[in-house]
């Protein structure tokens, strides 16, 4: 597997947990630890994006989609925040609360 197929399986796929775990060891072997403990806490929270509105969003508010609804020290990392940020592809709105994630040392 490379990284895009990956990123195509999690576009198909955004709330499949289990494939998220797999892309994380998959990740580590790469040598890409910070991102493959990024991965897993996606997984173990159930986080992903939500896709509507001809975009991707994560929410700092009550939304339909719980799984895009961000803990509050996420949202405080975050560069800028609103009711909700919107992205135009998964991969960018999760690289987004990556780095949002590492401001907040949620990682190891
Ligand atoms: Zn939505």
């Known amino acids: 597997m490379t990284r895009d197929e990956w990123e195509t399986l999690l576009d198909e796929g955004p709330g499949d947990a289990a494939t998220r775990l797999v892309y994380a060891d998959w990740l580590d072997e790469q040598g890409a630890s910070a991102q493959a403990a990024f991965q897993r806490w996606l997984g173990r929270a159930g986080k992903y994006p939500c896709r509507c509105s001809g975009g991707w969003h994560w929410f700092s508010v ?4 719980r799984h895009a609804e ?3 020290e996420l949202h405080d990392a975050m560069r800028v925040w609103t009711r909700f ?3 135009d592809s998964r991969a960018a709105a999760e690289s987004d609360l990556f780095a949002a994630w590492r401001r907040a040392r949620l990682g190891p």
């Open 62 to 65: 009550a939304h339909a989609s």
């Open 70 to 72: 961000l803990p509050r």
């Open 85 to 87: 940020l919107r992205y």
